[in-house]
T-cell receptor, first 115, second 114 residues
Framework: DGGITQSPKYLFRKEGQNVTLSCEQN?????MYWYRQDPGQGLRLIYYSQIVNDFQKGDIAEGYSVSREKKESFPLTVTSAQKNPTAFYLCASSIQGTGSQETQYFGPGTRLLVL | AQSVTQLDSQVPVFEEAPVELRCNYSSSVSVYLFWYVQYPNQGLQLLLK??????LVKGINGFEAEFNKSQTSFHLRKPSVHISDTAEYFC????????????FGSGTRLLVRP
């Protein structure tokens, strides 16, 4: 059964702590994305990757970092520099990430809460 | 830069009534348009998309949307809603300049009442 998985479903962060959100896909998609969703707002792009070992900043990359060592995995680290990390984080993937018409497929999300 | 406006933050409607969720975008260059649905505490699911061709696009769950280039709109409609349609609906746009990037509206919460 193909799809995108994100873990954990809920994550708690203590002040000054780095936390990592997992995103895995078995769709054989080249491109992967991380979005942040806040109440009453649309999704905002944090980082994206069009190919293994390459990634670019999105609109709100400050305080976040990513890696893309494997095609199927795109973990997001929320660092202590991110002062307002409480949000719903969504991972997505698309076949190539080079065409405006591509559909992005989304994972179930991780809700990050600050203790 | 491209932007997307969903004017209605919440739309309450009775079950079996018709509904229209509005979406307007800013730039009229060649665009691709998407509607996604999000159920509580879940990811987004694609409802339908417009890439080219017929301006009336049919999607899943009985939804359809009409692309209107002159009004830069892509409103979502359903002739008869069910309780199970209660969810958040997001309009998204990508264009030639944004390449792969999706620009999302702020969402419209559809609340279907019995």
């Amino acid at each position: 059964d193909g799809g995108i998985t994100q873990s954990p479903k809920y994550l708690f962060r203590k002040e000054g702590q780095n936390v990592t959100l997992s995103c895995e896909q078995n769709l054989n998609h080249d491109a992967m994305y991380w979005y942040r969703q806040d109440p009453g707002q649309g999704l905002r792009l944090i980082y994206y990757s069009q190919i293994v070992n390459d990634f670019q900043k999105g609109d709100i990359a400050e305080g976040y970092s990513v890696s893309r060592e494997k095609k199927e995995s795109f973990p997001l680290t929320v660092t202590s520099a991110q002062k307002n990390p409480t949000a719903f984080y969504l991972c997505a993937s698309s076949i190539q990430g080079t065409g405006s018409q591509e559909t992005q497929y989304f994972g179930p999300g991780t809700r990050l809460l600050v203790l | 830069a491209q932007s997307v406006t969903q004017l209605d933050s919440q739309v309450p409607v009775f079950e079996e009534a018709p509904v229209e969720l509005r979406c307007n975008y800013s730039s009229s260059v060649s665009v691709y348009l998407f509607w996604y649905v999000q159920y509580p505490n879940q990811g987004l699911q694609l409802l339908l998309k417009y890439l080219s061709g017929s301006t009336l696009v049919k999607g899943i769950n009985g939804f359809e949307a009409e692309f209107n280039k002159s009004q830069t709109s892509f409103h979502l409609r359903k002739p008869s809603v069910h309780i199970s349609d209660t969810a958040e609906y997001f309009c998204a746009v990508s264009d030639r300049d944004s390449s792969y990037k999706l620009i999302f509206g702020s969402g419209t919460r559809l609340l279907v009442r019995p």
